[in-house]
């Protein structure tokens, strides 16, 4: 597939997700079951990031698949294992860097391009080892969350009736833990929320306005959006995020824009990276 028939696919896909009501990249749970839902290299146990966990997140989901670990052909050829006859690949992407030389200048530089390439889930491949996932107890998941939130030591002020960054005084608002239905929805407020605090000036910088102009608010609130989600994945909670307030605003953004989701998935990953720093060591991606 060429990548930019993969942008109209995905992009396409997305659209008719949100105008049905669905939002495809909250429901990575298996039968409400965090069976290690942040989509893995199961050769060599590297993550996939951006745009790729949400396209086998959505594979994942379609096809009832067990697992989130994925290989390539020849990496499931390599560990003595074989790919079912008649199983169909999952399109994914990677980011190839370019010499190239520039116009003006003559000068070489380095630009990246998209490449697509394909990967089985493990539940197409016959002769792997059985690989068993631990699931920690509810408990320890909100203690995990809580630990995983103050690393970041951000001005988080628990007060009023509504949830938001407040870019001038660089501080987090959240309601009382009470006003929301569970602990993992609060939590998952709280994780959209540091995602918009990692783009300010002296951490990320994530200027929207640039690529989105007037669409930069719903471009913003994207990256939040899945921020929050990748996150609620490694965690291992599931919360309910906010997207019911930015669907209309998501397809007039995706309508006009068909690399949109890839821009937001893959600086929503950088966020998600950038929290997960403070705490740990974020894994390698691809």
Not at 90 to 97: G, L, N
Not at 187 to 204: F, I, N, P
């Amino acid at each position: 597939m060429q990548i930019q028939q993969l942008y109209e696919s995905v992009t396409a896909s997305i659209i008719a997700d949100l105008q049905a009501g669905v939002i495809p990249w909250t429901k990575p749970w298996k039968n409400g079951r965090m069976t290690g839902v942040l989509p893995h290299n199961g050769a060599t146990n590297r993550a996939y990031n951006g745009i790729n966990i949400v396209l086998l997140w959505a594979k994942r989901q379609e096809m009832n698949y067990t697992t989130a670990n994925w290989m390539t052909y020849q990496q499931a050829h390599t560990v003595g294992a074989q790919v079912r006859a008649g199983e169909k690949s999952t399109t994914i992407v990677f980011t190839k860097k370019l010499a190239v030389k520039d116009k003006e200048t003559e000068e070489d530089k380095s630009i990246r391009m998209l490449r697509t390439y394909s990967v089985f889930n493990e539940n197409q491949i016959d002769g792997l080892p059985r690989k068993d996932v631990e699931i920690l107890p509810p408990e320890t998941r909100i203690e995990h969350v809580e630990a995983f939130v103050q690393a970041t030591r951000a001005d988080i002020r628990i007060e009023g009736n509504r949830a938001c960054y407040v870019p001038d005084r660089d501080n987090i608002c959240l309601p009382p833990k009470h006003l929301f239905n569970t602990l993992e929805h609060f939590y998952a407020t709280a994780l959209h929320e540091l995602s918009h605090w990692t783009g300010a000036e002296r951490r990320l910088n994530r200027d929207m306005s640039g690529r989105f102009k007037t669409r930069a608010y719903a471009a913003e609130e994207l990256v939040a959006e899945f921020s929050a989600a990748f996150l609620c994945a490694h965690l291992g909670i599931k919360g309910e995020l906010r997207h019911a307030d930015y669907i209309a605003n998501w397809l007039e953004l995706l309508k006009e824009d068909d690399r949109a989701v890839f821009t937001a998935a893959s600086k929503a990953s950088q966020a998600a990276d950038y929290l997960r720093s403070y705490s740990e060591q974020p894994p390698r991606v691809l």
